[in-house]
């Protein structure tokens, strides 16, 4: 799983700071604005005092749905601030003075989040996919060939191996039962994304909506 953190902050140092830090983490920065769909691992939203409403940018973006570990970056330790930006949608908060450590614990730590998230909803539609979507045996070896990758890029080769052995098969079938599984797990909010020249790896669509979490919510196992 490739992180993206989105920073929104004018700051200098403290941008300065995250340009050093998030890259350190093995994630990579982004910068607002961001497409309407585009799913983020965690965001660091500056809490302008400034602003008419200091706290409207992190309403919007919990309310987005668009990212997984929201932070606030405060001026200061007045717990009311605390307390107003986690009514405002924050997982947590950091203070701009914080030192280039303690700000990678914070987004260490939001990272970690996301990748539970991540997974808490993979397990979620193993659990019941099978059950609500007509999966074959090997669409469901294939399925746990990618949920055992935990997000990384699978070669042709490998999963050919996983699936078939030692045996000889053409890149065509296996391009077909990507295809016919990659359709059935769109309705949970994910898909098997094709890295051109290298293989195939499982992440979340970039159109993950509250409908499609809830659909994934709403699986009900046939009986019989």
């Known amino acids: 799983m490739v992180h993206r953190v989105l920073v929104v902050a004018s700051d200098v140092h403290l941008v300065r700071t995250l340009t050093s830090v998030i890259p350190d983490l093995g994630a990579e920065m982004a910068i607002a604005p961001i497409q309407p769909h585009e799913l983020l691992s965690a965001a660091i939203i500056a809490v302008d005092s400034q602003a008419s409403d200091p706290l409207q940018k992190l309403r919007d973006l919990r309310a987005s749905d668009q990212v997984t570990s929201l932070l606030a970056c405060i001026s200061g330790q007045a717990e009311e601030e605390w307390i107003r930006a986690h009514d405002a949608g924050a997982d947590d ?44 045996a090997l669409e469901q070896r294939l399925l746990w060939c990618f949920v055992e990758s935990k997000g990384l890029v699978l070669s042709k080769t490998e999963i050919c ?26 309705r949970c909010g994910f898909t098997i994304a094709n890295v051109r020249g290298v293989g195939y790896r499982l992440e979340p669509t970039t159109a993950v909506s509250t409908q499609l979490v809830e659909a994934t919510y709403d699986f009900s196992p046939r009986l019989g």
């Open 93 to 136: 908060c950091i203070v701009k003075t914080l030192s280039a450590e303690l700000l990678s614990a914070k987004i260490r730590r939001a990272l970690s989040r996301a990748e539970a998230w991540l997974e808490c909803r993979i397990l979620h539609m193993m659990r019941h996919l099978h059950g609500s979507v007509d999966l074959t």
């Open 161 to 186: 191996r996983w699936l078939w052995g030692e045996r000889e098969v053409e890149a065509k079938l296996l391009y077909e039962h990507v295809s016919t599984l990659r359709s059935k797990l769109l």
